[in-house]
């Protein structure tokens, strides 16, 4: 059954202000009045549309993904690192072309944005479900190539992992 306007509206409310809480960083009447009229203006805006962005968004489960991705951007690190410091400069950069079989926009564009912000890999083009991205070597690549970042989004959006 989908949620009322009103419940939807309330619940995208929260969680827009909760962000900007945690992003902000200021706290005093003027500044929490203006982040919760922003918010209650996106949620207005957002809630009720099918093709929103937050409709149908598993924001738990994205917070669930958060960890696993941030040890993913620290572990990438210090494999580049390594990289970097080594005299010879050992990297071998290569494009690699990755279908993905997930069909929720917002998984798209986590994957696409997960790809970017661990180091030693960015998305240059998306095109449908095909992402171009470059990687310094195999290694950095080796979350996307394996599936195991796919398959992460996919339990985030309860898509079917079997292709």
């Known amino acids: 059954m989908k949620p009322s306007f009103p419940k939807q509206f309330i619940a995208n ?9 945690v992003l902000s960083g200021k706290y005093d ?3 929490l009045v203006l982040g919760f009229m922003a ?6 805006l957002n809630t009720g549309f099918p093709n929103s962005p937050f409709h149908n968004f598993p924001w738990v489960r994205v917070v669930l993904y958060s960890p696993w991705l941030f040890l993913r951007i620290v572990e990438s690190s210090l494999h580049l690192t390594k990289l970097i410091l080594n005299p010879s400069l050992p990297i071998k950069p ?3 072309t990755y279908r993905s ?13 997960s790809v970017t912000l661990t180091p030693g890999t960015i998305t240059v083009e998306v095109n449908g479900n095909t992402f171009l991205v470059h990687a310094i070597d195999d290694t950095a ?5 394996t599936g195991r970042m796919e398959r992460k ?5 309860q898509e079917d992992t079997n292709h």
Do not use: E, M, P, Y
């Open 13 to 21: 409310t929260l969680a827009l202000f909760s962000v900007w809480l």
């Open 39 to 44: 918010s209650c203006g996106v949620a207005w």
């Open 29 to 31: 009447n003027f500044h």
């Open 101 to 113: 079989h997930l069909k929720h926009r917002g998984a798209i564009v986590l994957l696409g944005n």
């Open 94 to 96: 290569t494009l690699i």
């Open 141 to 145: 690549a080796k979350d996307l190539t």
């Open 153 to 157: 989004l996919a339990w985030v959006f």
